[in-house]
């Protein structure tokens, strides 16, 4: 267990449906980062929060949103879901100037 | 444009013997430089992280140097196991005013272990 939790493990869904997938960071880490990682691709940063506020964008779709509550979890929310959305979605949570610890990821299958 | 470049694609080696990963990198400002090992379907696990300062560090049956001046980066994985079978993911994180850590990660390394 890597302290970072992931929920849910797996998530099929239909397209054009709206998911919400959580990611509870480990304990004192203020940063979480959101990664999109589609079969055969390498791991896609999507979207950076540091102690609730947005601090870096990288290539997430406008479907896409996320936000970083007050206890420093984080939701990230896909609509309009596409055949193409379906991909490993990572999480990780960091300290300010320290290491990155991953989550185990929520497979997401959009059918 | 920050990149990292990971070869080869992929790798497949008996048991017992050794290996090594490149990753090559233009990264800047850079921060750090970690490699990581994901097993699929699962999320990458730390091995060993260095700053522009160290040139080894070693994780068990892994060690990885750093050339900060050529921008490279190697992987040694001395008595492979089967379970050393998975990706091999080398990521450059770059610290960036105000925004923090900034990740690049290169493509990976699909390394085989057979028996």
């Known amino acids: 267990d890597s302290g970072v939790t992931q929920t849910p493990k797996h998530l099929i869904t239909a397209t054009g449906q709206r998911v919400t997938l959580r990611c509870s960071p480990r304990s004192g880490d203020l940063s979480v980062y959101w990664y999109q990682q589609s079969l055969d691709q390498g791991l896609q940063f999507l979207i950076h929060y540091y102690n609730g506020e947005e601090r870096a964008k990288g290539n997430i779709l406008e479907r896409f949103s996320a936000q970083q509550f007050p206890d420093l979890h984080s939701e990230l929310n896909l609509s309009s879901l596409e055949l193409g959305d379906s991909a490993l979605y990572f999480c990780?949570?960091?300290?300010?100037?320290?290491?990155?610890?991953f989550g185990s990821g929520t497979r997401l299958t959009v059918v | 444009k920050n990149q990292v470049e990971q070869s080869p694609q992929s790798l497949i080696i008996l048991e017992g013997k050794n290996c090594t990963l490149q990753c090559n990198y233009t990264v800047s400002p850079f921060s750090n430089l970690r490699w990581y090992k994901q097993d699929t379907g699962r999320g990458p696990v730390s091995l060993t992280i260095?700053?522009?300062?160290?040139n080894t560090k070693s994780n068990g049956r892994y060690t990885a140097t750093l050339d900060a001046d050529t921008k490279q980066s190697s992987l040694h994985i001395t008595a492979s196991q089967l379970s050393d079978s998975a990706s091999y993911i080398c990521v450059v994180s770059a610290w960036i005013y105000n925004q923090g850590g900034k990740l690049i990660f290169g493509q990976g390394t699909e390394l085989s272990v057979k028996p």
């Open positions: 990780a949570s960091s300290y300010r100037a320290g290491g990155y610890t």
């Open positions: 260095m700053t522009f300062s160290e």
